[in-house]
């Protein structure tokens, strides 16, 4: 139910260009132009670029690369340029939203607010480390992002806007696979076609009542008054939202499993459901806020623990559909799949398991490296048209059993790109360069006539040579 975000930090707009330009000039000193000072030696930030009606701070860029080290990752070395780059590019589309109308509801930039505090939270290992990290509390940081969030999800908009019309025909793709350097063309590692038919251990109703039992008396506890926040923090098995004390923030009904979402926009603001289970568990709900189509909650998550014999049942089960399957000569795998399987994912999908790393295209083809290794182990023993008998699968992810038919649909070697084989991976191909390039053209004449001037210290780098080059910031010394 969970997705993370990327760190982002606030910046400061200006009303208009010719007032942000007067403004900004009137605030600096004429000894150093990119400057801000509070008195006649305290330096408290520089400019590090101005673009149209907008300045950007070094503060900003410093905070996203800070950012960025607590994530555990190593920055090459001119990442801040690139981040300097990414300001620049979001101001510029946020200015054009502006003139052709494009917004976004303020619901949405809430939603987006705390599902990225969420993760900042998680990220940073709870709320109190957040909060030493920043130096500021987490409502304090909220209302200081908003602005920054609300105007790079309008820059979305704006990109979108700008690519809508963009499109790739068979001729498109075809006229980019000949214009490919035949020495160069991508190698496409061996892939798979795998089939699926899932069975999870079911638990009986007396089986999970004692998990039941388990959140109806921390329901309980809730409603005497203990925090809820706390309790969550302690008991609820939601890893996303715990060391939030549950908290989910904004979503609309998409947001959640049907479950979830039946028992939250039936509720008041204030008021706590009564104990109702999904796929992942026995749960119970606060509403805090109802906003529109939007519901602020949080949660508290048991989730029962397999017993031996329901993870028996569904060995039993699997090992009688796939005698049932071995007997019936016109068996067609997808139709077993479509009846039987127990994953969402795959059973409306002929059983085929789709490309984790694809979703949006929706491709059946999965490289061997991306495969779980359990199952890779399996078909690596199979023919095409082979179908598996039952194995034990463990979740890497969450530690969860189940039993399963696997069925290898095709295997396609190692091999250089050819149209025949791999046109839809080439069309992919040909739409992101088609998409790139209309953006690239939009930027290009944008720079040309938007005032820019960008600070010394990042005008050598060579991400942002575009940019310093511009007609409108050549006319302005650094």
């Known amino acids: 139910m969970r997705k993370l975000g990327l760190f982002i930090v606030s910046v400061f707009l200006l009303a208009t260009a010719a007032q942000a330009q007067t403004d900004t000039a009137a605030k600096l000193p004429a000894a150093d132009t990119n400057v801000v000072r509070t008195g006649p030696s305290r330096t408290i930030d520089k400019i590090a670029a101005i673009v149209g009606s907008s300045i950007i701070l070094q503060s900003d860029i410093e905070l996203q690369y800070a950012q960025y080290l607590v994530s555990g990752q190593q920055p090459p070395p001119d990442f801040k340029a690139v981040l300097l780059q990414n300001q620049l590019t979001q101001k510029l589309l946020a200015q054009q939203a502006v003139?052709?109308?494009?917004?976004?509801?303020?619901?949405?930039?809430?939603?987006?607010?705390e599902r990225r505090m969420r993760s900042f939270i998680q990220r940073a290992g709870g709320q109190e480390r957040l909060e030493q990290f920043l130096g500021r509390s987490v409502i304090q940081y909220k209302d200081e992002i908003r602005p920054d969030i609300k105007e790079s999800l309008v820059a979305q908009r704006m990109r979108a806007k700008i690519t809508e019309k963009v499109n790739t025909t068979p001729q498109d793709v075809k006229r980019f696979f000949d214009l490919m350097p035949k020495d160069s063309l991508p190698t496409f590692n061996k892939e798979v076609e795998v089939g699926e038919i899932v069975f999870n251990p079911k638990m009986t109703k007396e089986e999970k009542q004692f998990y039941k039992d388990k959140s109806e008396e921390l329901r309980q506890r809730v409603k005497k008054g203990e925090d809820f926040g706390a309790l969550a923090r302690l008991y609820s098995q939601d890893p996303g939202s715990a060391p939030d004390g549950g908290d989910l923030g904004f979503n609309d009904r998409n947001g959640f499993v049907k479950e979830f979402s039946a028992v939250a926009f039936k509720l008041k603001a204030g008021e706590i459901s009564p104990?109702?289970?999904?796929?992942?568990?026995?749960?119970?709900l606060q509403v805090i806020e109802r906003r529109g189509e939007q519901v602020h909650t949080r949660h508290i998550l048991v989730v029962p623990v397999t017993t031996p014999a329901a993870l028996e049942r569904a060995k039993v089960t699997a090992d009688s559909l796939y005698k049932v399957m071995k007997a019936d000569k016109t068996a067609d795998f997808?139709?077993?799949?479509?009846v039987f399987s127990d994953d969402k994912d795959s059973k409306y999908n002929g059983g085929m398991m789709l490309n984790a790393e694809n979703v949006q295209t929706r491709t059946t083809y999965i490289p061997t490296d991306k495969l779980d290794p359990q199952i890779a182990l399996v078909i690596d023993t199979m023919?095409?048209?082979?179908?598996?008998?039952?194995?034990l699968f463990t979740d890497p992810q969450t530690g969860k059993k189940n039993y399963k038919i696997l069925y290898l649909k095709s295997v396609t070697d190692a091999?250089?790109?050819?149209?025949?084989?791999?046109f839809a991976k080439l069309k992919e191909m040909a739409m992101d360069d088609k998409l790139n390039r209309t953006v690239s053209q939009w930027f290009d004449k944008r720079r040309k006539e938007t005032f820019?001037?960008?600070d010394a210290e990042y005008q050598a780098y060579p991400a942002l040579q575009k940019w310093v080059a511009s007609p409108a910031s050549a006319q302005v010394k650094p």
């Open 415 to 422: 091999h250089k790109a050819n149209l025949e084989q791999d």
């Open 383 to 391: 023919k095409v048209g082979a179908t598996s008998t039952p194995k």
């Open 334 to 338: 997808s139709t077993y799949a479509a």
């Open 275 to 284: 104990v109702f289970e999904s796929d992942f568990g026995f749960h119970f």
């Open 452 to 454: 820019i001037k960008i």
């Open 99 to 113: 003139i052709d109308s494009v917004q976004v509801k303020d619901e949405d930039v809430d939603s987006e607010v």
